[in-house]
């Protein structure tokens, strides 16, 4: 399966016979040839326990299957959308970011208490995400959505990278989350407005942050 970029908010994903695609209800722009688009009812390839577990977790974000064969465009709500390529690793992104996937990777969720303990559940009530994120795991392309464009930003074993909790959009690799404090510049300013809270990367990987501080 590929997915072109057709502009900043807009992708193009080819459909072959055998093979298939998972997309967010309502994000079919236009399509060409023979493609068929039906309600996903177990939550993507994870069978029925992922999908449980989804819904317990309120990462249930609906889906269709596409199979057949033509081209699809795929956006929704204007948002701009970015192009992952996985390699065999794993992808942590919240639900609702999720434009378009291949159906080749594996669907689960995975408990941010388990990444960084207390503190990572203290992040999803600080951010607002949720204690639980969705993980896209194998060797295939996800497209995301974000607000004002992503940029990808390395994570190395000798630098960590701090971000603003509510720019986060996704990361892959070796990576421990944890959520610090720290004084921002604008508290000092008097102008604070959550950069006191710091989300602390830290390993081998890729964080995406988006140009907004804004939720989908």
């Known amino acids: 399966m590929a997915f072109r970029e057709v502009n900043s908010k807009m992708v193009e994903a080819t459909v072959v016979p055998g093979q298939r695609l998972f997309s967010q209800r309502g994000a079919m722009l236009a399509y060409k040839g023979e493609v068929s688009f039906t309600p996903n009812v177990q939550g993507g390839q994870g069978g029925v326990m992922s999908m449980i577990g989804r819904r317990l977790a309120n990462e249930a974000t609906p889906l269709m299957t596409v199979e057949g064969s033509g081209t699809v465009l795929f ?34 969720t995975m408990f941010l208490g388990s990444q960084g303990g207390v503190m990572g559940m203290v992040r999803g009530q600080v951010t607002g995400q949720g204690l639980f994120t969705t993980t896209l795991k194998g060797h295939g392309a ?3 959505m974000a607000h004002g464009g992503v940029f990808e930003i390395p994570i190395t074993p000798q630098r960590p990278v ?22 921002g510049w604008r508290d000092m300013v008097g102008r604070g407005s959550g950069e006191a809270f710091q989300l602390e990367l830290s390993g081998s990987g890729s964080v995406y942050v988006q140009a907004s501080e804004e939720k989908l």
């Open 162 to 183: 701090h971000v603003d909790p509510q720019a986060y959009v996704a990361h892959h690799g070796d990576v421990r989350n944890k959520l610090s404090t720290a004084l």
């Open 75 to 108: 956006g929704h709500g204007g948002h701009h959308v970015q192009v992952i390529t996985l390699t065999g690793d794993t992808l942590y992104v919240e639900a609702d970011r999720l434009l378009a996937f291949d159906g080749t990777l594996q669907q689960g």
């Open 142 to 144: 996800v497209a995301v």
